[in-house]
């Protein structure tokens, strides 16, 4: 039995769960999420928790068990605390502010780049280097974070671009220090 799997979802106080026709409904005081069940999973409510149980024992139902497992805790945590992500920007004349919905980004090209946010997905600047990307949905908070780094990613040189805050750059020598031989 996959050990992730067999673990109960323990749900913070505040969280709502509702289970009907094969749609699993999480509320929160970060927001709303609901997910399809797997066809054959089975899930069980009880008091402040939700196990997860699969319907039998062959390589794609244990496969999909600890997945499955891991999406419902996912959405629990986020409803309950919330997820947030941090990008760093770095460069000279590289920065970004915060306008409602948008981030204005000047980024080292010939015009700045407005990013939309998509609904769920909140963002506050710190100093106009510090993006700070909060939501209750951790899977569209990372595909959002990972669009606005390829806006610039870290270049080796330098590592000027937008990285994530925990992200480390490996750097590489210049052309100086590549070795210069005189003739």
Known sequence: MSRIGRLPVVLEKGVKAT???GQLKLEGPKG??????????KLELSEGQILVTRPGD????????????????????????????????????YRA????????LSLG????????LPPGVTAKVDRQVLVTLESADRQLLGSVAAEIRS???????KGKG?????????????????????S
């Open 109 to 116: 090209y010939s015009h700045p780049i407005v990013y939309q």
């Open 58 to 93: 062959s390589k794609d139902e244990r496969s999909v068990h600890g997945l499955m497992r891991k999406l419902v805790a996912n959405m629990a945590e986020g409803v309950g605390k919330g997820f947030t992500r941090v990008l760093e920007i770095n460069g000279v004349g």
């Open 19 to 21: 289970l009907a026709d």
């Open 162 to 182: 937008i990285k994530y805050q925990t992200e480390k750059i490996r750097r590489k020598a210049g052309k100086a220090a590549a070795g210069s031989s005189s």
């Open 32 to 41: 709303k999420l609901e997910i399809r069940v797997h066809p054959g999973f």
């Open 97 to 104: 502010e915060a306008k409602g919905t948008q981030i204005n």
């Open 151 to 157: 806006l610039r990613p870290p270049e080796p040189y």
